[in-house]
Structures are given as C-alpha cells and as structure tokens.
Nanobody, 115 residues
C-alpha cells in the first residue's frame, strides 16, 4: 500500500502562483510514474502533468508553459509549480502515483483562482 499526502492548495489571484506537493509513504519503493490530475465542478477528472522516475515530464496543452512538474525520488515526493494561474485552473487537484502496476490517489487539494 502507498499513502499520499497532498499540500499547497489555496486561494490565489489570477496571474499568481502556487506550488503543490504530494508525499508518498508506505510501499513507495516501487513508484514509477507520478502525476497530477484535476477536477472542476461538473467536469470529468483530467490529466494535468506526469513525470517518470527518470524525470521525463508530460503536460496537458492547457498548462504547457505555465506549470512545471518535478519530483524528488529520495523523498518520494512530486511537486507541481503553477504560475500565471487563470480562473479556469480552479479545481480540486489530485496526486496519482503508479507503484508495481497499481494506481494510488491522494485525497485532493482545492485550488481556487479568483480576484
């Protein structure tokens, strides 16, 4: 089992920045891909960004150039640096990791972009 604890969400004005963190514990030694997803009210959960164990990132088109994903394998932690935030980025952000062919989800952290 892998447990995930997310932090860093909150309220920010348009154009602002936030950094999300997700720390994995438990059977975290087998983690391969780590990523962030988001779900806005009335919408399906969508991919934001992923990163392989080797550090190769991938981004949704809607966040390219504004968001940056990174990870610290020694700490089993993944980060999402969000800049130039827009109201349409408002959502609950979820961390997901894949460990030994099984997916684990965090509890979610709210990000609200509003003036």
């Amino acid at each position: 089992q892998v447990q995930l604890v997310e932090s860093g969400g909150g309220l920010v004005q348009p154009g602002g920045s936030l950094r999300l963190s997700c720390a994995a514990s438990g059977s975290a030694f087998g983690i391969s891909v780590m990523g962030w997803y988001r779900q806005a009210p009335g919408n399906q959960r969508e991919l934001v960004a992923t990163i392989t164990r080797a550090g190769t990132p991938a981004y949704a088109d809607s966040v390219k150039g504004r968001f940056s994903i990174s990870r610290d394998n020694a700490k089993n932690t993944v980060y999402l640096q969000m800049s130039s935030l827009k109201p349409e980025d408002t959502a609950v952000y979820y961390c997901k990791v894949t460990a030994i062919l099984r997916d684990y989800w965090g509890q979610g952290t709210q990000v609200t972009v509003s003036s």
